[in-house]
T-cell receptor, first 114, second 117 residues
Framework: AQTVTQSQPEMSVQEAETVTLSCTYD???????LFWYKQPPSRQMILVIR????KQQNATENRFSVNFQKAAKSFSLKISDSQLGDTAMYFC???????????WGAGTKLIIKP | GAVVSQHPSWVICKSGTSVKIECRSL??????MFWYRQFPKQSLMLMAT?????????EQGVEKDKFLINHASLTLSTLTVTSAHPEDSSFYIC?????????????FGPGTRLTVL
């Protein structure tokens, strides 16, 4: 069975700082996808970034980038130049092509302080 | 990006009554829809997967007679909480995967907050 682990329940940084959220996963699959979702106080799930497992290059979306270490089954999210609007719950998620279901981590509450 | 709506966004009902939550894909055809439940400060818990025109597949521990899911068209899935009790109070989220979509695309609705008195 696949599992996703986020070991940081809560993190807090100052505005403009860089922060890294950790995520590890376990699977025997070779073809899968990894995601980071953001859930602000509105509770709307927002896709932050995605990574296909077959791609060696780390995904980047503006201030958001990932460090994908396939052998170590690690998928961390780096947020550069953090902004107050980045305050939210962040969930790491895993998906296989067998059923397209998302397996979710427990989440990390990120607080950006002014 | 594709838009998924949910209605109602917030509902309060009395214990013993049934509540229906609608999930609609507004600008694409959703071949698969997923229903999640989220408790405060917790992650999403998958309740069931529904494919258009077929019976939903429920996750272990989810009562199919209590949480009725219907996916009658390519743009609409409904979740009915039957004989609701206070322990059913929660935040319910749907997501949809579209016909012809990129494999990994799932689009989320804004969620429905259910409070059972």
């Amino acid at each position: 069975a696949q599992t996703v682990t986020q070991s940081q329940p809560e993190m807090s940084v100052q505005e403009a700082e860089t922060v890294t959220l950790s995520c590890t996963y376990d699977t025997s699959e070779s073809n899968y996808y990894l995601f980071w979702y953001k859930q602000p106080p509105s509770r709307q799930m927002i896709l932050v970034i995605r990574q296909e497992a077959y791609k060696q290059q780390n995904a980047t979306e503006n201030r958001f980038s990932v460090n994908f270490q396939k052998a170590a089954k690690s998928f961390s999210l780096k947020i550069s130049d953090s902004q107050l609007g980045d305050t939210a719950m962040y969930f790491c998620a895993f998906m296989t092509r067998s059923n397209y279901q998302l397996i979710w981590g427990a989440g990390t509450k990120l607080i950006i302080k002014p | 990006g594709a838009v998924v709506s949910q209605h109602p966004s917030w509902v309060i009902c009395k214990s013993g009554t049934s509540v229906k939550i609608e999930c609609r894909s507004l600008d694409f055809q959703a071949t698969t829809m997923f229903w999640y439940r989220q408790f405060p400060k917790q992650s999403l818990m998958l309740m069931a997967t529904s494919n258009e025109g077929s019976k939903a597949t429920y996750e272990q521990g989810v009562e199919k007679d209590k949480f009725l899911i219907n996916h009658a068209s390519l743009t609409l899935s409904t979740l009915t909480v039957t004989s609701a009790h206070p322990e059913d109070s929660s935040f319910y989220i749907c997501s949809a995967r579209g016909q012809g979509a990129v494999d990994n695309e799932q689009f989320f609705g804004p969620g429905t907050r259910l409070t059972v008195l």
